[in-house]
């Protein structure tokens, strides 16, 4: 086994950051997002609030920290595609794969982040900022099919990617609105193939 090259102060801070969002996330499925406190995470851990902060900007920051891994999940997925030629079932796989981490990461938890992200003083949203690597990446996947003649050029790579972004975000509100009641990845590769038929080349 690798010996960690981290200091101590390094590997300190490390394990303090993840029992701060630990134990966030248990006080948040036990008691609600709404009623739980930053005083409350720190007395639960043991550190201050300055200690808090250093580690995590906000309350609603803890919940980010899985979508921020899923950008790199993304990146990650798209290199396991290279081999596929279609655009068609990249693109399918892709989304499948999306829905898949969210379903994994929890209905309650995809919830309770996207009530944080649309609340009415949030003036900017993470899940909504165009510099995420899932923009870019379904931005590439079309802008693939389009050099390969696969997909019609009357619209640009960038605006079918922000129409596909806006097709998944629907369908994951909804799967939120009823409690999960219907299978995501199912419905998320049937949106991917209603899109895909729907941008394929006329020539």
């Given at each position: 086994m690798a010996k960690s090259t981290m200091t101590p102060r390094k590997e300190q801070a490390a394990k303090t950051h993840q029992e701060i969002f630990d134990t966030a996330m248990e006080l948040f499925d036990s008691k609600g997002y709404e009623n739980v406190s930053v005083n409350e995470i720190c007395e639960r851990v043991g550190v201050?609030?300055?200690?808090?902060?250093?580690?995590?900007?906000?309350?609603?920051?803890?919940?980010?920290?899985?979508?921020?891994k899923a950008d790199d999940f993304y990146g990650e997925l798209l290199e396991e595609l290279t081999g596929i030629e279609d655009y068609r079932e990249k693109l399918r796989a892709f989304t499948s794969a999306t829905m898949r981490f969210l379903v994994d990461m929890g209905l309650k938890r995809t919830k309770v982040t996207y009530h944080t992200q649309i609340g009415p003083d949030k003036?900017?949203?993470?899940?909504?900022?165009?510099?995420?690597?899932?923009?870019?990446?379904?931005?590439?996947?079309?802008?693939?099919?389009?050099?390969?003649?696969?997909?019609?050029?009357?619209?640009?790579?960038?605006?079918?990617?922000?129409?596909?972004?806006?097709?998944?975000?629907?369908?994951?509100?909804?799967?939120?609105?009823?409690?999960?009641?219907f299978d995501l990845v199912k419905t998320g590769e049937e949106m991917a193939d209603l899109l895909t038929a729907g941008v394929l080349t006329t020539d």
């Open positions: 201050s609030t300055g200690a808090f902060y250093h580690h995590f900007t906000a309350k609603d920051q803890i919940l980010m920290e899985d979508f921020l003036k900017a949203s993470y899940l909504g900022n165009p510099n995420r690597a899932l923009y870019s990446i379904i931005e590439s996947l079309y802008r693939e099919g389009q050099e390969k003649g696969q997909v019609r050029m009357d619209l640009s790579a960038e605006e079918l990617a922000k129409l596909t972004i806006h097709c998944y975000r629907g369908i994951v509100y909804d799967w939120c609105l009823a409690n999960g009641k």
